[in-house]
């Protein structure tokens, strides 16, 4: 291992507090959650109860490159380790994920990781790669994985007809509800934006620090109409790291700021059962 993973695990002293979940102030109900967030800077992970209070500080170290699946799978295993036992687990991953399996990972497939040139090796080795099944192993409990911006978004949406999540931080995340429900994830951070780059080089964490926050606040605006044109979405939601750099009073009144702490509380609603289709259309 190197140093990165050697190193101390940080705890919430150290951190933004406003990322952080309400702790339990009483005897925690279960089940318990195992809550796991996948990041291209940072692999975090916390236990919450069934109300959604983190039952023991949150523990974090930083993502290091290359990063493959087998690396990851220890490194989570090492990182949740002084964590109180869980009776399940779910995981947010930077990448797309179906039935718990990665069908890509553009930015762990790097060699020195987001901005840096996919590497062939870890592409083939991320294609397909059945982390859920991979981390219920390591983990010793079920285990769920989703990408990480659709459990973001399923601790926000209030439920009510087509609602929208997108992830500003490393790169552009986006989710798509409706009627509470969650749809399957489309890869839109890759498509095409604008002067022949897709939207997570456009808007992902390098380009802010480069173009500076007037020129990237114009193009995050730029992304919210796009979405409202291709989507027709009733609201939208605004998450990840750099969310807390956007000006409030700028933004339309159907697009709210959400709190990053979403991303380890979203882990519970993975494990909620899906509503009948009469439920969700009110027959």
Do not use: C
């Not at 507090?17 to 339990?24: K, Y």
Request: aromatic share 6%; glycine share 10%; charged share 20%.
């Amino acid at each position: 291992m190197d140093d990165s993973e050697q190193a101390d695990i940080q705890t919430p002293g150290s951190s933004d507090p406003t990322d952080q979940p309400p702790v339990a102030k009483s005897a925690p109900r279960a089940p318990l959650t195992l809550a796991v967030d996948i990041g291209a800077t940072g692999l975090k992970a916390s236990v919450l109860d069934a109300d959604g209070a983190m039952v023991a500080d949150r523990v974090k170290v930083p993502t290091s490159y290359p990063m493959p699946p087998d690396r990851l799978v220890a490194v989570l295993a090492k990182l949740v380790g002084p964590l109180p036992n869980a009776q399940r687990a779910s995981v947010g991953f930077p990448g797309m994920v179906r039935g718990g399996t990665v069908l890509s990972a553009s930015h762990l497939a790097t060699e020195r990781g987001p901005g840096s040139p996919p590497e062939a090796g870890l592409v083939r080795l991320w294609s397909r790669f059945d982390l859920a099944s991979v981390l219920t192993g390591a983990f010793g409990i079920p285990t769920k994985v989703a990408n990480d911006a659709d459990i973001q978004g399923a601790a926000v949406v209030s439920g009510r007809g087509l609602e929208m999540t997108i992830t500003l931080g490393t790169g552009f995340g986006t989710a798509l509800f409706y009627e509470g429900d969650l749809l399957p994830h489309f890869e839109i951070s890759h498509q095409p934006f604008r002067k022949g780059e897709d939207y997570d080089e456009q808007l992902g964490e390098a380009t802010r620090k480069e173009i500076g926050l007037d020129r990237w606040h114009k193009r995050v605006h730029k992304a919210i109409a796009n979405m409202r044109a291709m989507m027709f979405f009733d609201h939208l939601y605004i998450g990840g790291g750099n969310s807390r750099r956007l000006i409030r009073h700028n933004l339309p009144d159907d697009v709210t700021i959400v709190d990053n702490s979403a991303g380890i509380l979203g882990g519970i609603k993975l494990w909620e059962p899906s509503r009948p289709a009469a439920d969700r259309t009110g027959d």
